[in-house]
């Protein structure tokens, strides 16, 4: 026999808006990042050479390099969940028979 399933805790978004949240965060900080690096490409400030590609790359780079380990980070953190939820659900049936 199937369990039902858990109902989320109170407050909780549910997991469709989890997700957009997610990518709308995602979006917000590459194009914080983007501007960070047009910014130091530009080299507004007068004690800097202006346009120099490599202070824009180097903020680019960053910002690439954060976003792409706080989505492997939530990757893993999703796959642990799944399995978590897995292993329960397999004790559950094995306690119901």
């Given at each position: 026999m199937a369990q039902p399933p858990q109902p989320a805790p109170?407050?909780?978004?549910?997991?469709g808006d989890s997700r957009l949240l997610t990518w709308i965060t995602f979006g917000?900080?590459?194009?914080?990042?983007?501007?960070l690096a047009l910014g130091s490409f530009l080299?507004?400030?007068?004690k800097t050479p202006s346009f120099d590609w490599r202070r824009g790359g180097?903020?680019?780079?960053?910002s690439g390099f954060f976003l792409v380990m706080w989505l492997l980070a939530m990757g893993?953190?999703?796959r642990k969940l799944r399995n978590q939820q897995q292993k329960s659900e397999v004790s559950n049936h094995e306690l119901s028979e």
């Open positions: 109170p407050g909780a978004p549910p997991p917000i900080i590459a194009g914080w990042g983007g501007l080299g507004l400030d007068n180097v903020m680019l780079f960053c893993a953190r999703s």
